[in-house]
C-alpha cells in the first residue's frame, strides 16, 4: 500500500484519486474548494461519471480514500503526490498554470519528507522542469529530496473508470529513472504497457494524442461535406476507410464537430506553443477552422430549409458535448444555440445529464425535462448529442406535436429514409445531399 496525494478533484483528479485507492492503496484527494470537498464527504459527486459514485462510497467505506482541505493532514507522509487541476486556456489559447503554481508552492510548503510529484494534468512542455524551479524558489535554500515526473492522462469523459482501469498505455516522463521506476510501480497491477521517457516529450505526447484525434474528426467531417456535395454517403465511406489496418475505425464518424474540456483546448495551446518557438502549424489551424464551420453550416441547412431562423422554434436534444457525461464544456449544442439565437430563433432543450451545467450558460432557452416537450410546437428538430434515450424515439408523435417535421441529425443516428417515408424532411451529415435536391 502506497501513500498518494491528489490535488484537485475535478474530473481526472477524482477519477485516478478513486481508482488508486481501488488498487488497495491510501489516497487522500484535496481541493480548496471547500464546498465540493463538503459534497464528497457526504455522497455527492461533483461530476457525473458512470460507476464513478459507487466507486467512491465502496473506496471511502473501506477506508482507503480521503477528502480534505487541508494541505498538511493531505501531505503529511505522502510518498506521491498528483497535480491534477485545471489548465484552462488563457486569452491567446495559452494554457493557464496558476492552479498548477498553486499546488506546486503548497507542497513545498507542506512537505517535510521525500515524495514524487507527479503532473497529471494537461500541461505545457517545459513544465516539468517549471513546476521543480517553482518548488526550489519557494524553499527559499531548503533542501527538499523531490522528483517532478510527467504522467499525461488519457481519460474519456463518460468511460473514464474503464481507461484508468485497463489503458492502452501509461506515459511517464522523468529526468529521474529511478523516480519514473517508482511511479510504475503503482501502475503495475493494471498490467499494461508503461512507456518511460523524458519530461518534455511525455508532456508533448499528450498534446500530439489529442491533436491527432481531433485532426480525425476534422478531416471526416471534412469529406462529409464533400460527401453531401457529390452525392455519396460519409458514413459508408467511413466504413470503408476504416476496414483499412493503417488507418482503421476510430474517431471517423461524422457530425457538428469536437468539443469538451480537452480537444479544443489542448488543440489551442499547442497551436500557440507552435507559434511562440517559430513554426507555422497550418494543420491545427485547418483542423480547429473546420470544426467551428461545422456549427455553422448546421445553421444555414436550417436556414435553408426553413427560409428563416428568426421566431423559428428550433428544439435541441442533447447539450453536453457527449453522451456519458454532463460535462459542457466547448459543447456543440452550447455553440450551435448561440449561433440560431444570433438569428432570432427560440431555443428548446434537453439533456439527459447536462441540464443543470447547461442553465448556468444558457439564457433565454427553454429547458424541458424530455424530448416531446423539446419538440412540441418546434419548428426543427437537432439531435446534438446522441444519448441512448434518443435511439427509438416516437417519430410519429414527433411529427404530430411539431410545428414542421423538419429534423436536423448532427450525429447521423436515426434512419434517413424511414423518417422521409414518415413525412420529415431530413437533414444528416454528410448523407442524402444530392445536388438540386
Same mark, same amino acid.
Request: proline share 1%.
Given at each position: 500500500m502506497s501513500k498518494i496525494c491528489v490535488i484537485g478533484t475535478g474530473y481526472v483528479g477524482?477519477?485516478?484519486? $478513486?481508482?488508486?485507492? *481501488?488498487?488497495?492503496? /491510501?489516497?487522500?484527494?484535496?481541493d480548496i474548494d471547500h464546498e465540493r470537498i463538503a459534497s464528497l464527504k457526504a455522497g455527492q459527486m461533483p461530476i457525473y461519471e458512470p460507476g464513478l459514485e459507487q466507486l467512491v462510497k465502496q473506496n471511502v467505506a473501506a477506508e482507503r480514500l480521503f477528502f480534505t482541505t487541508d494541505y498538511a493532514m493531505a501531505l503529511?507522509?505522502?510518498?506521491?503526490?498528483?497535480? =491534477?487541476v485545471g489548465t484552462p486556456s488563457g486569452n491567446d489559447g495559452e494554457a493557464d498554470l496558476r492552479y498548477v503554481r498553486s499546488a506546486a508552492e503548497a507542497i513545498a510548503d507542506h512537505v517535510k519528507n521525500a515524495i514524487l510529484v507527479i503532473n497529471k494534468s494537461t500541461v505545457p512542455v517545459g513544465t516539468g522542469d517549471w513546476v521543480a524551479d517553482v518548488i526550489n524558489r519557494r524553499r527559499h535554500g531548503k533542501a527538499l529530496n523531490f522528483s517532478v515526473v510527467s504522467n499525461p492522462e488519457f481519460l474519456r469523459e463518460g468511460s473514464a473508470i474503464n481507461d484508468f482501469m485497463n489503458p492502452d498505455r501509461v506515459v511517464l516522463g522523468s529526468e529521474d529513472q529511478s523516480a519514473a521506476d517508482r511511479v510504475a510501480q503503482l501502475y503495475q497491477p493494471l498490467r499494461c504497457t508503461i512507456m518511460t521517457t523524458d519530461l518534455?516529450?511525455?508532456? @508533448?505526447?499528450?498534446?500530439? !494524442?489529442?491533436?491527432?484525434?481531433?485532426?480525425?474528426? !476534422?478531416?471526416?467531417?471534412?469529406?462529409? &461535406?464533400?460527401? /453531401?456535395?457529390l452525392g455519396a454517403d460519409v458514413r459508408e465511406v467511413a466504413r470503408g476507410m476504416g476496414l483499412d489496418k493503417r488507418i482503421g475505425p476510430q474517431f471517423l464518424d461524422a457530425g457538428l464537430g469536437w468539443g469538451g474540456s480537452c480537444f479544443p483546448k489542448d488543440v489551442k495551446a499547442l497551436e500557440h506553443m507552435a507559434v511562440?518557438?517559430?513554426t507555422q502549424p497550418q494543420l491545427l489551424q485547418a483542423v480547429m477552422e473546420i470544426n467551428r464551420n461545422q456549427r455553422r453550416?448546421?445553421? @444555414?441547412?436550417?436556414?435553408?430549409s426553413l427560409k428563416t431562423l428568426n421566431e423559428k422554434t428550433i428544439g435541441v436534444l442533447g447539450i453536453a458535448f457527449k453522451p456519458n457525461t454532463d460535462d459542457i464544456r466547448d459543447a456543440a449544442a452550447i455553440e450551435l444555440i448561440h449561433l440560431l439565437q444570433n438569428e432570432g430563433a427560440q431555443i428548446k432543450a434537453y439533456d439527459p445529464q447536462a441540464m443543470e451545467n447547461a442553465s448556468h450558460v444558457l439564457k433565454n432557452v427553454v429547458l424541458c #425535462? &424530455?424530448?416531446?416537450?423539446?419538440?412540441?410546437?418546434?419548428?426543427?428538430?437537432?439531435?446534438? $448529442?446522441?444519448? &441512448? #434515450?434518443?435511439?427509438?424515439? *416516437?417519430?410519429?408523435?414527433?411529427? !404530430?406535436? @411539431?410545428?414542421?417535421?423538419?429534423?436536423? *441529425?448532427?450525429?447521423?443516428?436515426?434512419? =434517413?429514409s424511414a423518417l422521409k417515408d414518415l413525412g420529415f424532411t431530413y437533414m444528416g451529415i454528410g448523407r442524402y445531399h444530392l445536388p438540386g435536391k
Open positions: 477524482l477519477v485516478t484519486g $478513486t481508482c488508486f485507492a *481501488d488498487l488497495g492503496n /491510501e489516497v487522500i484527494c484535496l503529511k507522509d505522502a510518498e506521491y503526490a498528483f497535480i =491534477a518534455r516529450t511525455a508532456e @508533448m505526447i499528450k498534446y500530439a !494524442s489529442n491533436a491527432f484525434l481531433a485532426t480525425r474528426i !476534422s478531416f471526416i467531417n471534412e469529406i462529409a &461535406n464533400i460527401c /453531401e456535395e511562440l518557438h517559430g453550416r448546421a445553421v @444555414m441547412k436550417l436556414r435553408k #425535462e &424530455n424530448p416531446y416537450q423539446v419538440a412540441e410546437g418546434a419548428d426543427a428538430l437537432v439531435l446534438a $448529442t446522441e444519448w &441512448n #434515450e434518443f435511439k427509438q424515439l *416516437d417519430f410519429k408523435k414527433l411529427k !404530430s406535436i @411539431m410545428k414542421q417535421a423538419v429534423i436536423l *441529425d448532427g450525429r447521423n443516428l436515426w434512419d =434517413a
